[in-house]
């Protein structure tokens, strides 16, 4: 895969990471002028859908084009609920700026496609016929690439497909872009992809865009290499390991006599409390040598317990990813759930303990257990050495691996607990973090408390390729490139 | 789905099971003189592979020919570790008996294929062109049939294809048909389809094949429909659904004050004795009769609070299967296996307090919790339903949802613990029963334990349902067709 991509407009930059070259563009306010000449013949953007991102990038695009003369406007479908909401925000049948969605795809030239995964599978057909021939189609995720490509079919051929995909929430990305206002460079990295490129114009008009809703970073990638490392890290660290890493330890802390609130406390807190906030400004290494001697012989015993045993579930998702049989599940699932919808996974023992945890929180006293630290981080390093032995860059691992991780989900569970965090994201990232939660919780259970409690070989290797591994260098570098304010301060109102 | 079917050679009867009809073939010694006349222009039937079943139906298939002049031919890989373990059992390359896998094949009328799944996918294209025009391909479950749906492929198109599918474990067939010699008609029962026919003899080959194995009754079903409820089945009550199920019992028994042995007791004991035994010898509906009133409140309750999450799982489980993911997977994961096999999941503290357990174990003292038969039939009967709506046979239903449970793998779990059980099974199944297990521990865990200790709705029309439900009657027809010998007696020496 080549990072390399040329821009007439917007300057590009060449970074290094560990010992590979890639190439981006920084954002910033500073360069708001320029769009215009980005979206050079494009009179209207449609923003279509009313889903966190699409109330987020709506307004982000409003704000940074207003005085150019193109119009930003929503489309929804007919009697939408969201419809009052979006009026609400300003954008109304009244001035122009709402409309029903294939009516505004069919006037836009380019359509911004941010329903969820299964709508816009299930509405590609129209989607795709209301398109003008030369229009462009934006994604900010490849799902629907890998529905089409389970289904041996294409993009329309007389379109441009591009995507640009934010790496927080929807509401981290209109929050940080309103403290850009007086922060230049506050605002949410992206990837950008050029999947389809008729007009000789996709590449400034994805700049354009990343530029437009705030980010003060902006990776290349391609769609299919988007869509594989997106949907595998939210099944993997991002949300479904951390949700079988907790329950699995809280049980074993329980079996060697903590109470609820202590168990609670040695999993959840550990991980989204402090040991995410050292990652986030200090890099992954801190964590170890954080530890006195004595913790950091537990922490290297739970890192060489839980290493393997997580690369085997993690190995298995990619390929599951990969050959398309997690888009195929989702697809399938959102037919059944018309008829049963999916319940709620918050409601056990152990989150009803951390509602009294966080309750009596006292932020600077939690500790972070060695063998809490040794096993999450033995995971994430398993998800990157994987992402990595797969192809995928740098930029994409250290985001889909760690930076989305610690400063963009694991300070909203902090202030939710993560069950609650899973049951409010996007319907393909639930079923994702349920059935494979499910699946590092046994496997950990199985195979690495087993090998803790009992016989256990030390993998000297291992543990060196640990603290030798380029990921260090490679999430300096990034830590760079991240916005110079604290994100996780602008999750709290969330949900 | 017509059931019907036609053979010139054995009789065909019709049996009535709940209101639909269906046509069986009743087996036995005394048919025996009847095979050379089934096997008609057959001079070699080569049994392929060493696997359990396959040596179980070498050696059937090579008492039931004796002197027909029809001989059985073992043919295994070059090197293969198993030649001794043949040679042993009288199958050598001195007697002619015994051969390097591809050459049997080309010499052989009839092939059956009893190599891994995953051996079938990768040396499909060997077997296929080593296999004479007109000659015909046995196989005893239909993964590779899915498998090559997957890839849009066929089977090729000048040969025949046919399966014979016994109910139950290789050594089962074996020793009950060893015991057939004194009591005529014990022996497992089996399916059979035709997929492709191109000689007009499939059907009296498959059979004659189901005869000569000494199965007591054979029933119709086709290939996808064979291989669909056999992959689900195994995912679901069978093994997955069973040891999800027992771990999450075991959990909540403690968190509820019992000790190890105790939860070990009322949730794995409970199932795999007498339930099991219950089930088997009168019936679902038994277990819920024998309880006192309270117990039968505390059933109706676990039942009703376990059905729905169960369903959920089992209609993903249906749709992974029929869509190919779960074929597919397996593929992966044999890919994956190369080089890192697959770890043993009996090692945790539950299944060690099993040791103890079994050890100290007085048989008619073993209570059947009715929180676990509730949670247990519950998820048995939404199986069921589940089949039934997809329109599977009732033959089928019974086969892969009650009776090899009871019959076959649950005494076998008895003896040596479900863990074990699950480590023993083919590779495909032991893939499912890793991948679904923890699902539905999850599922009760976070939705039926915690209706049950807190908020519960009642919701009488589904415990009727169970009630009235048409498979007690079928279960009790089937039942009347299975062999008159305890199946269970004669697992214990396996593994």
């Not at 988007?226 to 049980?251: M, N, P, Q, T, W």
Request: charged content about 20%; proline content about 3%.
């Amino acid at each position: 895969m080549s990072l390399d991509f040329s821009t007439k407009i917007f300057k590009t930059e060449k970074i290094f990471l560990a010992n590979t070259e890639e190439y981006i563009v920084r954002g910033g306010r500073h360069l708001f002028p320029l769009l215009s000449k980005a979206f050079e013949g494009v009179r209207q953007i449609g923003v279509i859908g009313w889903s966190s991102q699409g109330r987020a990038q709506a307004q982000n695009l409003r704000d940074s084009l207003a005085g150019t003369g193109i119009q930003v406007k929503v489309g929804l479908r007919e009697n939408s609920a969201s419809i009052s909401s979006a009026e609400n925000f300003g954008f109304t049948r009244d001035n122009g700026t709402l409309g029903e969605m294939y009516e505004v795809i069919s006037e836009s030239d380019i359509s911004i496609l941010l329903i969820s995964d299964a709508a816009q599978a299930e509405n590609k057909e129209r989607i795709f016929e209301a398109m003008r021939p030369g229009s462009t189609l934006g994604l900010s995720h490849g799902f629907l690439l890998g529905h089409l490509k389970n289904l041996g079919e294409c993009f329309p051929n007389n379109i441009n497909a591009i995507a640009v995909c934010p790496k927080g929430m929807g509401p981290s990305v209109r929050r940080l872009y309103e403290q850009g206002k007086e922060i230049n460079g506050a605002g949410i990295n992206s990837s950008f992809a050029i999947y389809q490129d008729i007009t000789g114009k996709a590449t400034d008009y994805a700049l354009g865009w990343a530029i437009a809703i705030g980010s003060p970073a902006i990776f290349h990638t391609t769609l299919e290499s988007e869509y594989k490392s997106d949907i595998f890290g939210e099944r993997g660290i991002l949300l479904g390991a951390i949700h079988g890493i907790v329950e699995s330890l809280y049980r074993w802390f329980m079996s060697h006599g903590s109470s609820r609130e202590e168990a609670y406390i040695y999993s959840v807190e550990s991980i989204t409390g402090p040991i995410t906030k050292m990652i986030s400004q200090q890099g992954i290494l801190a964590v170890y040598e954080s530890f006195d001697k004595t913790d950091k012989e537990t922490f290297k015993k739970a890192y060489l317990a839980a290493y393997d045993p997580a690369l085997e579930i993690l190995q298995e998702i990619y390929d599951e990813v990969a050959s398309g049989n997690e888009i195929r599940s989702a697809i399938a699932a959102s037919h059944r759930h018309k008829s049963y919808p999916l319940g709620k996974i918050d409601g056990t023992p152990m989150w009803q303990t951390g509602i009294h945890v966080r309750a009596n929180r006292k932020s600077d006293n939690i500790p972070i257990h060695p063998v809490t630290a040794g096993i999450y981080i033995a995971t994430m390093m398993a998800q990157i050495n994987l992402l990595k032995e797969k192809g995928h860059s740098y930029s994409e691992i250290a985001n889909e691996s760690i930076i989305e991780a610690v400063d963009s989900l694991n300070p909203y569970m902090h202030h939710r607990g993560i069950a609650f965090m899973v049951d409010n994201c996007s319907i393909t990232a639930r079923l994702g973090a349920r059935k494979w939660a499910p699946r590092f919780d046994y496997i950990l259970s199985q195979q690495t408390f087993n090998a803790l409690d009992s016989h256990f070989i030390y993998d000297e290797p291992l543990f060196q390729q640990f603290l030798t591994n380029e990921i260090h260098q490679v999430l300096a570098i990034c830590s760079q490139l991240r916005p110079p304010i604290d994100i996780s301060l602008h999750q709290i109102d969330i949900g």
